[in-house]
């Protein structure tokens, strides 16, 4: 049975309600109630019993709770004093096991191929921390992780990856949701990038004699092929972004872009640096003032407008042209 994440939150309030000792022997209405409040939304009846059977039965999940309907008392509670299904699923050693684990991968986060996943190591490692000294439904009150809903695409990873590994040819229908179009390709995997909670796959095309960026949410009819491939020696993948801010990539030379920040955001720019490449150029009480070597990309022009009146491009002109021409019809939106 696949556990998800959702399956999972459903059992942790169903199991914190029978453990509510202001309010014990919960009847199925005020579970239902309990999950609509904390869940946002109302469940059904047939989900809670589920639910039930699956915390009191289901292997894989580990639990065998000892759920009871108390028909004198009229509502559920656990026959063995004390158990909740936060104490019993992970032990001392298997906490061992995943704070070695998370910390192996903390070892290798510098590494360009696991850069990626570095923010998913660091929260791996502030939950084990916290988890030493205050309970999960404790944790969730007072700090809330970012968490990517739909991932759509996911189910792809494990196949391109390993078509990668063994340089196998893949082939899936790709929909371009901007002709409304849904074409067939057959390319050479070779890289997987995240970029804001999405993945991509880069690839070479023999068609096309270039390389192509696919968001994985728009593939689908994904095969495999026994076909292999010989990749390219000059690809190295990092270099292949070294000048990109998002994913586009390009075959020109980059160019310097030169921005200048007020005082307000000026403060967090030098802090959270927008590329490697980032240098500050001069750094005044009323203006700050960086300079990137970058492409010119989608990616920094919708960057670029986020900030709106905090930032000024320099350089070069021809950002600088787009970013008012943007801004013009921007206006226009509104009269």
């Known amino acids: 049975m696949p556990i998800t994440k959702s399956a ?73 004093v004390g158990y909740s299904i936060s104490k019993f699923p992970v032990t001392d050693s298997d906490m061992e096991a995943i704070r070695f684990a998370a910390d192996t991968l903390e070892q290798y986060s510098d590494i360009p191929l696991f850069k ?79 970029f804001r909670n999405r993945w991509y796959l880069i690839s070479w095309s023999s068609e096309r004699k270039d390389f192509l960026t696919f968001g994985l949410d728009r593939v689908s009819k994904l095969e495999v092929l026994r076909d292999s491939f010989v990749k390219k020696k000059d690809f190295k993948p990092e270099l292949f972004f070294k000048h990109s801010i998002g994913i586009t990539e390009f075959d020109r030379k980059p160019v310097d872009v030169v921005l200048d920040f007020d005082p307000m955001i000026g403060k967090l720019i030098k802090t959270q640096m927008i590329h490697p490449s980032q240098k500050v150029v001069s750094d005044k009480a009323n203006v700050l003032k960086i300079k990137l070597h970058v492409f010119i990309t989608e990616e920094l022009i919708q960057l670029i407008l986020g900030w709106g009146q905090h930032v000024t491009v320099s350089k070069p002109k021809e950002l600088r042209d787009e970013i008012c021409l943007r801004l013009k019809k921007m206006l226009g939106n509104y009269k």
């Open 116 to 194: 990626q996943f570095r923010e998913a190591i660091t929260k791996i490692n502030v939950k084990l921390k916290m988890n030493e000294s205050v309970d999960e439904e404790e944790i969730e009150k007072v700090v809330m992780f970012e968490y990517a809903e739909n991932l759509s695409g996911v189910e792809w990873l494990r196949e391109l990856l390993s078509a990668i590994n063994n340089r196998q040819q893949v082939k899936f229908a790709y929909e371009n949701i901007y002709k409304g179009q849904t074409k067939s390709y057959v390319v050479h995997p070779y890289l997987l990038k995240e």
């Open 8 to 80: 999972l939150r459903r059992y942790r309030i169903i199991d914190a309600a029978i453990n509510n000792k202001q309010k014990p022997f919960p009847t199925k209405t005020e579970l239902l109630d309990k999950l609509a409040e904390k869940l946002g939304q109302p469940i059904s009846e047939s989900t809670l019993d589920k639910d039930i059977y699956d915390m009191k039965n289901e292997l894989e999940l580990g639990y065998d709770a000892p759920i009871q309907f108390n028909k004198a008392k009229g509502g559920y509670q656990y026959t063995e």
